[in-house]
């Protein structure tokens, strides 16, 4: 089994709604598929629903199945990148790190007012974004076998510079100031490579945040939305009110994001405010207690209380794919499934 170089073939044959929100990406096996701009979970919803659903039969017509997972549990045999000059020069300046098999992560955009705001609310996601990460990982296979890690997806990004958790910073400037010097090195190509965990997105007034897997299912996608747009509001209301996130060391951070992409929710996870490890749901919770009176403003409280429900009971979509090989020992049966998981309502 590989995956097959059939990405442009297959965002032609979409009709023209979803072709216009749907792209080429970094791997000819790849395309990106973006909602309209969202104000609710159902909306949402319908839309990724509608996406990949219309991409699935688009595949089907070329002989192949779309799966969405964070890399690749098969074969890569067309590593060269896309025909986008962007995606060319980045081969050019990064060299074989840009050999890796195809990755696939879901990122999420918040509107936030302004870009000093932005800015010091990403920093008030750093002691929480490693506990997303360990409810979305969702890459546990890699040629054909486990790699031991729930994200292969995140352990194959530790190669790129310019990724990662965010730096605790002082304001805009200091992030005009960090990229710039990251620039001069060669660690970024340009400026627009800021590719952190959140970060203000350089072409829309949000934050983005891109520390997950492509999610299994729709339902997966839309609670990582709504856990998202709550840490948002939440970190918005708590700079309004004075309460500051402290400067976690960049070191704990890392470790913390480490520990979620190795082993996702099964055991514990480290507290960057404790400074110990914890029992994986246990900071589930606090983060649900946490943006509590954001979900109940926006609404959302009962479709992430839901959500997390159907987590705790089938797992992460690492758990998910390693009971079906252990189940099954058949590569070809647990990617049909996945591909099943992809589409489902």
């Known amino acids: 089994?590989?995956?097959?170089?059939?990405?442009?073939?297959?965002?032609?044959?979409?009709d023209a709604g979803v072709r216009g929100q749907s792209r080429m990406e970094f791997r000819h096996s790849m395309?990106?598929?973006?909602?309209?701009?969202?104000?609710?979970?159902?909306?949402?919803?319908?839309h990724l629903l509608r996406?990949?659903?219309?991409?699935?039969?688009?595949?089907?017509?070329?002989?192949?199945?779309?799966?969405?997972?964070?890399?690749t549990p098969v074969a890569e045999p067309e590593r060269a990148v896309t025909g986008n000059p962007r995606y060319r020069a980045i081969a050019g300046h990064y060299g074989r790190i840009v050999d890796d098999p195809a990755v696939c992560g879901c990122h999420v955009h918040v509107g936030v007012p302004d870009r000093e705001l932005a800015v010091h609310v990403c920093n008030q996601l750093r002691p929480w974004l490693p506990v997303v990460q360990a409810m979305t990982v969702d890459s546990p296979v890699h040629a054909g076998a486990d790699t031991g890690h729930a994200s292969?997806?995140?352990?194959?990004?530790?190669?790129?510079?310019?990724?990662?958790?965010?730096?605790?910073?002082?304001?805009?400037?200091?992030?005009?100031?960090?990229?710039?010097?990251?620039?001069?090195?060669?660690?970024?190509?340009?400026?627009?490579?800021?590719?952190?965990?959140?970060?203000?997105?350089?072409?829309?007034?949000?934050?983005?945040?891109?520390?997950?897997?492509?999610?299994?299912?729709?339902a997966d996608a839309v609670l990582l939305a709504g856990l998202v747009r709550a840490l948002v509001a939440t970190a918005i209301d708590?700079?309004?009110?004075?309460?500051?996130?402290?400067?976690?060391?960049d070191h704990a951070v890392r470790a913390a994001h480490w520990n979620a992409a190795h082993q996702g929710?099964?055991?514990?996870?480290?507290d960057?405010?404790?400074?110990?490890?914890?029992?994986?749901?246990?900071?589930?919770?606090?983060?649900?207690?946490?943006?509590?009176?954001?979900?109940?403003?926006?609404?959302?409280?009962?479709?992430?209380?839901a959500g997390l429900a159907r987590l705790r009971a089938e797992g992460t979509g690492a758990?998910?794919?390693?009971?079906?090989?252990?189940?099954?020992?058949?590569?070809?049966?647990?990617?049909?499934?996945?591909?099943?998981w992809t589409v489902a309502g």
């Open 31 to 46: 395309i990106e598929m973006v909602t309209p701009v969202c104000t609710s979970l159902d909306e949402a919803a319908g």
């Open 272 to 305: 960057v405010r404790q400074e110990r490890a914890r029992p994986a749901w246990d900071l589930v919770t606090d983060l649900v207690t946490t943006i509590g009176p954001a979900l109940d403003r926006s609404g959302d409280r009962a479709l992430i209380d």
């Open 265 to 270: 929710l099964t055991h514990t996870l480290l």
């Open 152 to 218: 292969w997806r995140a352990m194959q990004l530790d190669r790129w510079p310019g990724l990662g958790p965010s730096p605790w910073l002082a304001s805009a400037g200091d992030l005009d100031r960090t990229v710039s010097l990251a620039v001069a090195s060669g660690m970024m190509l340009d400026d627009s490579l800021i590719l952190w965990h959140a970060r203000p997105s350089s072409a829309y007034p949000t934050v983005e945040v891109r520390v997950a897997d492509v999610c299994p299912t729709a």
């Open 1 to 14: 089994m590989a995956n097959t170089p059939a990405a442009a073939t297959v965002v032609a044959a979409l």
């Open 51 to 71: 996406h990949r659903r219309a991409a699935a039969l688009a595949a089907e017509s070329v002989g192949a199945c779309l799966v969405a997972v964070g890399a």
């Open 319 to 340: 758990d998910r794919q390693r009971r079906l090989l252990a189940a099954r020992h058949d590569l070809p049966s647990m990617l049909a499934a996945v591909s099943r």
């Open 238 to 249: 708590d700079i309004a009110a004075g309460r500051f996130a402290p400067p976690i060391p």
